[in-house]
Structure formats: structure tokens, C-alpha cells
């Protein structure tokens, strides 16, 4: 399914607002010290979450892994909720309490997300069998990193979601790298991650992850057909991270990958790329780029200010919530 103009100008703005969010709170993790929570940041993945998102419906939910933010805006979920949460306030979508990597907003359908590589992949396939026990044609998406697929809790899952039908999508952000450590050492070369879904039998796609109209095409491809009943279906996109594995800098001097890598796939930004084919097809001008960036710079700061106000969780609340 191609996107419309319309949506086209939607994805645009929603890759800028997720940038630009995790853009400031880099700057401000590293300059203010004030977030003190292990941070990862997806600035240069944004597409997929944008463009899977483009394909779901409000009642769809998502799990996400450490690298969530993205998935977090891109669902809907509340800017100002999540900023809180990484300055640790109980304003936050987790009352301050889960940080970074354990961002929540029901209300948008982001159901949760955890630091522990692929656990939140069988808890959304729990989540598609309920669906399909309630016989409703909701979908259940996880996305996870390529550092998942070596988890043996991601080929259960899988092997699950095959027998039972369940309407689940698995969304591999295949970035290339499991914290420092290259996919040339940790997978055998001759076997994609994709491909993988054949020995379930569940259909796979490889797609450019940083070209958000090719990750919507393959995802609503993939979600008319779980709709249907089909069953769970698998898409690898590939794409990049371009700061370091948690936290706000560059690493270019640690030796596994080089700045020449990195530059390359800033090359290929998917904000860059949707920008530059907008502008040439004269639906969108320079000064609706600078106004949109204007409107999104904004709304940080407001975000921001909100969150710096807002109060710590209170000692006598430490167990509320636990059990």
C-alpha cells in the first residue's frame, strides 16, 4: 500500500519530532548531568518505528526493547511523559520509576518495554493469542534488535506465534551491531535474519529500514494479512544507530566500527531522504521544514520544563506497585 501525500507529510513530521527529541536530550543527558538513567538512543532508526506505526491502528499495541523512544513517539505515546521519565520524576509514563528503557503509555497502545534482550518478543505474542481468543483482529507488534534473534526466548516465541496463528509482527531494527560486537562474528553469514522465518513458516520480508514508504509498504502488507488470520509475519529492516550503544556520544575511537561507516549511513538519513523527495515534488517548501522545526523545538522545551518542575517519587511510595 503507497502512502498518501498526506501521510507522506505525516511521516515527515513524526521522524523530525523524534529526532529532534532525542537530539536535545542527548545534548542535555551530557551537559545538565540531570538524567541520570542508562539512555539509548534510535537517532537514525527512525523510520521503522514511523513506518510500522503508519500501518497500525490506534487499538494495535507494541512491546520495544531498550532502544524504545521511537517506538514510544512514533505509537503516540506522550512526549512529556517520556521526558519526565528519563529525569526520573513521577510525572513520568512510569512514575519515575522505570527510566529510559521501560517507557508505558496504554492510553497510545505501547504496552511496555524492558532492557531484557528479547523477553518483551513472548510477552507480545501472549498478547496476540488473547487477542485471538477475544476474536478480535488487533495486532500485536514487537520490535527488537538483531541481539534478540541469538536469544532462545525469540525462536520460542516464534515457533508459538506459528502454531497458534497469533497476530503478532516481529520487526527486527537490524543495526549491525550487538552493543560493540559486528553481526560477522556472532550469526553464520550464509543465513539472513529473515530468512529465518521459513523454518516456521512464517513469511518474511527484508526491507531498506531507512526509507520510511518502504517500511510502511512491507508493514501494512504484513498486517492486512495477520489481519486475515494468516498468522504471525517477520520483517527485517535494515538500518543504523549512529551514537554509541547507550548513552549520548560518538564512539568512534573504541575500534569496532569507523567514523568513515558511520558517515556513510548518515548519508542515507531517512529524514534526509523523505525531506529531499518532498521539497522536489513541491509539496513541502524550505519554510515548512524551518516552521515544523520551529513547532517540534517548542514543544521540547515545553516537555522539558515540565519534567524539571515536576516532583521526585515520594520516599513512602517505594512499594506501591510491587509485589
Avoid at 513524526?14 to 551537559?31: F, V
Avoid at 528503557?101 to 496504554?106: A, G, K, P, R
Avoid at 537490524?174 to 550469526?187: E, F, H
Avoid at 524551518?290 to 517519587?313: C, G, M, Q
Wanted: glycine letters at 8%.
Amino acid at each position: 500500500m503507497k502512502p498518501s501525500t498526506e501521510q507522506r507529510l505525516s511521516f515527515l513530521r513524526s521522524m523530525m519530532r523524534i529526532r529532534n527529541a532525542e537530539e536535545t536530550l542527548a545534548h542535555l543527558y551530557k551537559e545538565e548531568q540531570q538524567m541520570r538513567t542508562p539512555t539509548h538512543f534510535a537517532i537514525g532508526q527512525e523510520a521503522v518505528a514511523v513506518g510500522v506505526s503508519g500501518a497500525l491502528r490506534k487499538d494495535d499495541v507494541v512491546y520495544s526493547g531498550h532502544r524504545c523512544h521511537a517506538h514510544y513517539l512514533a505509537k503516540g505515546g506522550d512526549l512529556r511523559g517520556m521526558v519526565a521519565e528519563l529525569h526520573g520524576k513521577v510525572t513520568g509514563c512510569a512514575r519515575g520509576r522505570g527510566g529510559s528503557v521501560h517507557l508505558t503509555d496504554l492510553s497510545a497502545g505501547v504496552v511496555a518495554s524492558s532492557a531484557i534482550l528479547g523477553q518483551t518478543v513472548a510477552v507480545a505474542v501472549g498478547t496476540g493469542m488473547a487477542f485471538q481468543m477475544d476474536r478480535q483482529d488487533r495486532v500485536a507488534v514487537t520490535y527488537f534488535g538483531d541481539g534478540a534473534i541469538e536469544e532462545g526466548v525469540w525462536h520460542e516465541s516464534l515457533n508459538l506465534a506459528a502454531v497458534r496463528k497469533a497476530p503478532v509482527l516481529f520487526v527486527c531494527e537490524n543495526n549491525l551491531y550487538s552493543t560493540l560486537t559486528p553481526l560477522s562474528v556472532r550469526q553464520p553469514k550464509d543465513v539472513e535474519i529473515w530468512q529465518r522465518g521459513a523454518s516456521y513458516s512464517i513469511p518474511a520480508q527484508k526491507v531498506d529500514g531507512n526509507d520510511v514508504t518502504t517500511v510502511y509498504d512491507a508493514a501494512s502488507e504484513a498486517v492486512a494479512q495477520i489481519r486475515e488470520g494468516k498468522g504471525p509475519y517477520l520483517l527485517e529492516c535494515m538500518t543504523y544507530r549512529w551514537r554509541e550503544h547507550v548513552g549520548p556520544l560518538w564512539d568512534y575511537a573504541w575500534g569496532y566500527r569507523s567514523k568513515e561507516e558511520v558517515d556513510s549511513w548518515m548519508a542515507r538519513c531517512p529524514i534526509k531522504r523523505l525531506s529531499e523527495s518532498l521539497l522536489q515534488e513541491g509539496v513541502l517548501s524550505q519554510s515548512d521544514l524551518d516552521r515544523i522545526r520551529r513547532e517540534l523545538e517548542e514543544e521540547l522545551r515545553e516537555a522539558v520544563a515540565f519534567a524539571k518542575e515536576s516532583p521526585f517519587p515520594a520516599v513512602e511510595d517505594i512499594l506501591t506497585g510491587t509485589y
